[in-house]
């Protein structure tokens, strides 16, 4: 399986803050990389496809890029409802997987 | 708007079956250019894709629990299950049935709401 790696675990922010999340994976994956974003108590929800696709629906404040093994994803002038934990997530070989998540918290 | 339901006992005994359905409106499973599967993920824990389904019938299986697992389809009710034998206290977690795009990058674009199910005698 591929190995994915989030960093970092945990971040605390506040509001209007720009942050950023990285995701390495254990080998090349071209750009097969989602983003998903896990409110408390709620299922995942698609934020970002293919690296840096943003979903229709989802704000413009949240954007990724990367290729290969490196991966990052922004949010500018964060919000309170962007305070949850976030997911990334390679497609390129079966089977899929997760990093660890990133769990971003009010300062 | 695709919405997806999971159903099924919330405890299941070691060594038992755990069986869930998922119930899908706003969209056929009979159709092709999705995958309808499940994820699950450990109360405070990490997402693990455990396999999905093509309208074909052709299944995708997380190796780790495919000796286990089965998932098939109910087309006439627009419905998937999971069965997952010989189960553990290591398989207790919430199961999302979901939705992916067949293509670049495979994104899972819908979810379930989630059920837990837990392993416990």
Same mark, same amino acid.
């Given at each position: ?5 989030? /960093? ?46 943003? %979903? ?6 949240? /954007?990724?890029?990367? /290729? ?8 500018? /002038?964060?919000?309170? %409802? ?22 971003? %918290?009010?300062? | ?17 755990? $069986? ?43 190796? $780790? ?57």
């Amino acid at each position: 399986d591929i190995l994915v790696t989030q /960093s970092p675990s945990s971040l605390s922010a506040s509001v209007g803050d720009r942050v950023t999340i990285t995701c390495r994976t254990g080998q090349a994956i071209g750009d097969f990389l989602n983003w998903y974003q896990q409110q408390p108590g709620k299922a995942p929800q698609l934020l970002i496809s293919a690296a840096s696709n943003l %979903e229709i629906g989802v704000p413009s404040r949240f /954007s990724g890029i990367g /290729s290969g093994t490196n991966f990052i994803l922004t949010i500018t /002038s964060l919000q309170p %409802e962007d305070f949850a934990t976030y997911f990334c997530q390679q497609t390129f070989v079966s089977p899929p997987t997760f990093g660890q998540g990133t769990k971003v %918290e009010i300062k | 708007q695709v919405h997806l339901q999971e159903s099924g006992p919330g405890l299941v005994k070691p060594s038992q079956t755990l $069986s869930l359905t998922c119930t899908v409106s706003g969209g056929s499973i009979s159709l092709g250019g999705y995958y309808w599967g499940w994820v699950r993920q450990p109360p405070g824990g990490g997402l693990e894709w455990v396999g999905y389904i093509y309208y074909s019938g052709e299944t995708f299986y997380n190796p $780790s629990l495919k000796s286990r697992l089965a998932i098939s389809p109910d087309t006439s009710k627009n419905q998937f299950s999971l069965l997952l034998t010989s189960v553990t206290a290591a398989d207790t977690a919430f199961y999302y049935c979901t939705r992916a795009r067949v293509g670049h990058s495979s994104p899972f674009d819908f979810w379930g709401q989630g059920t837990l199910v837990t392993v416990s005698s």
